[in-house]
């Protein structure tokens, strides 16, 4: 039976009853037959009393094949929509993002899934003997492009270990050859295939691709290989088109591109603690994954390919981004040293500091509590001290950072509290964290650079993010001092553009004001300030520098009124009157700005100065200076990403002219607008010279870009 259905069944008898019984008795006729046999009185009673509640059961639950059905299926099936005809609709009803994917598909660039009704098939080949190994690689070299993709121990490029090679050439085939696996599974000499592989993979005249090759560049590095003849990363290049999009994994780039699944990587090594690695996965599964890996990313390379080329995108993909692969991987692969005794003694005199912040906590508390419970400090804020509720959260009062600096202002407590959770998460997050992270073989820290994360076409890092390390407190810059030259007589050397965004600004904007005071070599916040205050530019005074210097980068990304006045800590009108003097005296910004928002409501899209784009939705002109979301991202994305295409362009010519100078200094990082290099002692003049004319001339801006390099024993003395 099924209450839900309302099919009332027998008394007792639930689906495993019934299975049970269906079991030994074979029908349902047997089984009423022979309820006398059946164990239990009741339920023996329950089969006799509602055996006709049985049989009617069965009629319910049974499905009529036996109807007269007249019903044409060759109408039901799921036809190719009329692109062309939804692409003048979207457009009409302003759906731009939908009328670009039709557009997309009215030119048939994208998803090439098999015709409706069919399975694509595709094959795919393990190469596990001497005599396959001879035969596939006399073929592989009559190839001029191929896509190679490693299946190794880890994700951690720097340690991990080849498990086997895939590759492939041409659609819906794929070669795996296992040079590592379960024991007595057929699998070829892993120096056999390196040693026969390198030559092509070393080869710059045969192009390879893969979904972010940077990693498999670095396995290979680690083996004594050179990959060169970077063709198209399937990931990076989707990037450029959709810079916004949630993810660009091969798993959702195959959806995308070809509307076809993929093999879970974890049908293979499963999930959690019982986790294991890919060399003690069997055989012939781990090379239909893996061909599989390698042969979507060479169909949707070429995909890619053409809708960069289709959307004009292909220049900055070919000459900025491709480019830039090898030298994050370069990056990567040296690493930074961290002085792990350092680290230990700035986290050992935290502990102190904490431990004395805790004891004025709770006196000013009144009585202790779990400093790091959200819920237990506003019970002691709100409740105990009865200060104001500033904002409210689905659970109840927020005790964010920006409430805590507001409420900070009426009373003594929340200042300790902000201290406390800055210097305890500088202690978990670096001080104690950095060193676990340090590569017992070289010494140094690998952090990874992430070309497709931020939408604005920044640069991002992880495991570990140095972008991230606090430097607006004491303690929070102290944490560089723990980077230092991995070798002895070495310098670290930091060069950094002098505020960039706001000499981007003054590119765009063509304000005469504002690229005078550039071009003159005046501090712009001071001269700023002048403006806005009236003041003769001697006569500034440091407050007023500081508030200029909070209106043009809040002027500049579209704050408001009151996030100025947040700011500041000053009344809403007078921030409203700083922020208007701006404009008056700096009416080009506001005539550019206005001109880039009229523009992407017109394409949808905000770009960069070298052409990035990034879809903006949702900006709607009004009269007034107030700026929604939408229109804010803009602004930022056109000011911030072209500093972005700026400090890549100025990493292409560094790492270029290091190299073919044959300097033996390396480029270290990439923050924001600084790049961190080292150098032997005798060689960081030549080295300052060569960042400095190469970033100063990256791009050619109409107002000079200035580098200031600074040198040092340490990150923190270079910075």
């Known amino acids: 039976g099924d209450s839900v259905d309302n099919v009332p069944g027998v008394p007792l008898v639930g689906p495993k009853k019934a299975q049970a019984l269906l079991e030994e008795f074979g029908t349902l006729e047997n089984v009423l037959a ?39 299926w060759d109408a039901a099936k799921v036809s ?5 005809r939804l692409e003048e609709l979207f457009t009409e009803l302003a759906f731009k993002r939908y009328a670009d994917e039709a557009r997309k598909n009215k030119r048939g660039t994208t998803k090439k899934a098999a015709p409706q009704g069919q399975l694509q098939f595709r094959d795919w080949e393990n190469i596990d003997t001497p005599a396959k190994f001879e035969k596939f690689l006399k073929e592989l070299k009559n190839q001029k492009s191929f896509c190679v993709d490693l299946e190794t121990t880890t994700l951690d490029a720097v340690r991990a270990d080849i498990v086997g090679w895939a590759i492939c050439w041409e659609a819906d085939h794929g070669c795996y050859l296992p040079v590592d696996g379960p024991p007595g599974q057929p699998k070829l000499e892993a120096k056999v295939v390196l040693d026969a592989l390198k030559p092509l993979i070393e080869d710059p005249g045969i192009t390879k691709v893969n979904q972010n090759i940077k990693y498999d560049m670095l396995v290979l590095r680690h083996n004594g290989v050179e990959l060169q003849g970077i063709g198209m990363d399937p990931m990076v290049g989707d990037y450029l088109l959709e810079s916004g999009a949630r993810s660009h994994s091969l798993d959702t780039l195959a959806d995308r ?44 390379a070429e995909l890619v390919t053409e809708e960069l080329k289709s959307e004009k995108l292909w220049d900055l993909y070919w000459d900025l981004e491709r480019p830039l692969i090898p030298v994050l991987a370069d990056m990567e692969f040296t690493g930074i040293r961290v002085d792990a005794e350092e680290l230990k003694r700035q986290s050992d005199s935290l502990v ?75 202690k978990s997050t670096y001080l104690d964290a950095l060193p676990e992270l340090i590569n017992p073989e070289t010494g140094n820290i690998h952090c990874s650079f992430n070309q497709v994360v931020a939408a604005t076409g920044r640069l991002s890092s992880s495991d570990p993010n140095l972008q991230n390390i606090p430097i607006r407190t004491e303690e929070g810059r102290r944490v560089r001092r723990a980077f230092v030259p991995s070798e002895s007589g070495w310098k670290l050397v930091c060069a950094d553009y002098s505020q960039i965004e706001l000499r981007v600004l003054a590119h765009f ?58 700011t500041l800590r000053i009344p809403k009108s007078d921030a409203a009157e700083f922020i208007d003097n701006y404009f008056d005296r700096y009416a080009g910004v506001e005539k550019y700005m206005e001109s880039l928002l009229e523009e992407c409501q017109e394409s949808g899209y905000a770009r960069t100065i070298l052409g990035r784009r990034r879809r903006i939705e949702g900006i709607k002109r009004t009269q007034g200076r107030q700026r929604n979301l939408a229109e804010r991202t803009a602004i930022n994305t056109a000011i911030q990403g072209s500093a972005a295409d700026l400090i890549k362009r100025a990493m292409l010519a560094v790492h270029h002219r290091m190299k073919t100078e044959k300097h033996p200094g390396r480029m270290l990082l990439q923050i924001h607008d600084e790049l961190v290099f080292e150098a032997p002692q005798d ?18 801006l109409d107002v000079p870009l200035v580098v200031d390099v600074k040198t040092g024993d340490n990150w923190l003395d270079a910075d």
Do not use: C
């Not at 700023?528 to 407050?543: G, K, M, N, R, Y």
């Open 34 to 72: 022979n309820a006398d046999k059946a164990r239990g009185k009741k339920l023996q009673e329950n089969l006799k009393n509602f055996a006709e509640q049985a049989y009617l059961s069965r009629t319910l639950v049974t499905l009529q094949t036996d109807l007269p059905l007249e019903f044409d």
């Open 80 to 84: 190719e929509p009329n692109w062309e």
């Open 257 to 300: 591109y070809l509307g076809r699944g993929m093999i879970p990587i974890s049908d293979l090594i499963g999930k959690g603690s019982k986790q294991i690695r890919m060399n003690e996965v069997d055989i012939e599964k781990v090379a239909e994954y893996a061909s599989e890996d390698a042969d979507f990313s060479w169909q949707i």
């Open 352 to 426: 102190g500091r904490l431990e004395q912040l805790e004891k004025e906590i709770y006196e000013l508390a009144g009585q202790e509590f779990n400093i790091g419970s959200p819920k237990q400090l506003a019970v002691i804020l709100f409740e105990e001290l009865n200060l104001p509720v500033i904002k409210r959260t689905k659970t109840g009062p927020s005790t964010n950072v920006e409430v805590l600096e507001e409420l900070a202002v009426v009373h003594e407590l929340p200042a300790k509290i902000i201290e406390h959770r800055q210097l305890a998460k500088l």
């Open 509 to 566: 904007s063509q304000d005469e004001a504002l690229q005078n005071a550039f071009k003159e070599g005046i501090d712009i916040h001071a001269s700023v300030a002048a403006e806005i205050f009236e003041t003769p530019l001697d006569q500034v005074t440091s407050e007023q520098r500081r508030v200029a210097k909070a209106v043009n980068f809040g002027v500049m990304y579209g704050q408001s009124p009151f996030g100025l006045s947040n």
């Open 683 to 700: 060689e960081v003049d030549s080295l300052i010279q060569i960042a400095r004319e190469e970033m100063s001339q990256a791009l050619k």
